[in-house]
């Protein structure tokens, strides 16, 4: 059965940066398009990144354009997100997504609070 299991989350000052990762097992990863999503208290979960399978392709939501970059390592079996320019809007609970066809995988969720 396959496992994500994301890390570094946390809080942080308006401006500073954090780094998730996501470990994965269970499963064959370097088949799988790679994502993360958020959800802000009372809003709908959020597409926010994506990497497909071999790395060569990302794309990101308007809202973190030019400030959050995610990347895979397919040896570690791990994605990462680098977000830099934090804003107390990003304050979310950030989840990892794992699909290829009808297999889907979800991380239980890191906490990133963004406040002075």
């Known amino acids: 059965q396959g496992q994500l299991v994301e890390s570094g989350g946390g809080l942080v000052q308006p401006g500073g940066s954090l780094r998730l990762s996501c470990a994965a097992s269970g499963f064959t990863f370097s088949r799988y398009t790679m994502s993360w999503y958020r959800q802000a208290p009372g809003k709908e979960r959020e597409l926010i990144a994506t990497v497909t399978s071999t790395g060569g392709s990302m794309n990101y939501a308007d809202s973190v354009k030019g400030r959050f970059t995610m990347s895979r390592d397919n040896a570690k079996n791990t994605v990462y997100l680098q977000m830099n320019s934090l804003k107390p809007e990003d304050t979310a609970v950030y989840y990892c997504?794992?699909?290829?066809?009808?297999?889907?995988?979800w991380g239980q969720g890191t906490q990133v609070t963004v406040s002075s």
């Open positions: 997504y794992a699909g290829w066809f009808t297999y889907r995988y």
